[in-house]
């Protein structure tokens, strides 16, 4: 896509508002509009694993730093995630968390689906991130 064509999928202040009341939207336009909703979805799955599971900020510190030694092209299924986490846990890498901690990361993980999977990777990618990172190159769709 040519970066110069207005419905080019990047933010500019106030293009996407523009685009959305200009008519049928294009699929850069599409894009962004669901930008919003995919980030709501995301954010609501990880609120109902984390509530559901009784997963504990130390239970959580395993499970990042788990996704910190990982690098996935495509986020991975669930029983590859079980896979690599239990790799993890033998690893020298884990020994710094309590075994009891890494067995309830173990269980919270066990019992996650395809799309907890999704939400759990990008939280913990989310967190990973150094606040510089975060915020380069973003600007507010809605400015």
């Known amino acids: 896509m040519n970066p110069q064509n207005p419905e080019h999928i990047t933010f500019r202040p106030g293009g996407l508002t523009r685009r959305l009341v200009g008519g049928p939207l294009s699929a850069g ?33 395993v499970i990042a730093a788990f996704v910190e030694t990982r690098y996935w092209d495509v986020i991975p299924g669930p029983e590859t995630i079980r896979e690599q986490f239990g790799s993890f846990c033998r690893s020298p890498l884990a020994s ?10 173990a269980w919270a993980l066990e019992m996650a689906d395809y799309d907890d999977v999704v939400a759990i990777i990008d939280h913990a990618e989310i ?11 973003a600007t507010s769709a809605a400015s």
């Open 29 to 61: 336009a599409t894009a962004k509009r669901d930008l919003s909703r995919y980030y709501t979805m995301v954010n609501l799955r990880f609120e109902s694993w984390w509530r559901d599971r009784r997963v504990t900020n130390d239970v959580w510190e």
């Open 96 to 105: 710094r968390f309590p075994q009891g901690d890494r067995n309830q990361a």
């Open 127 to 137: 967190e990973l991130k150094s606040p510089d990172d975060a915020t380069a190159g």
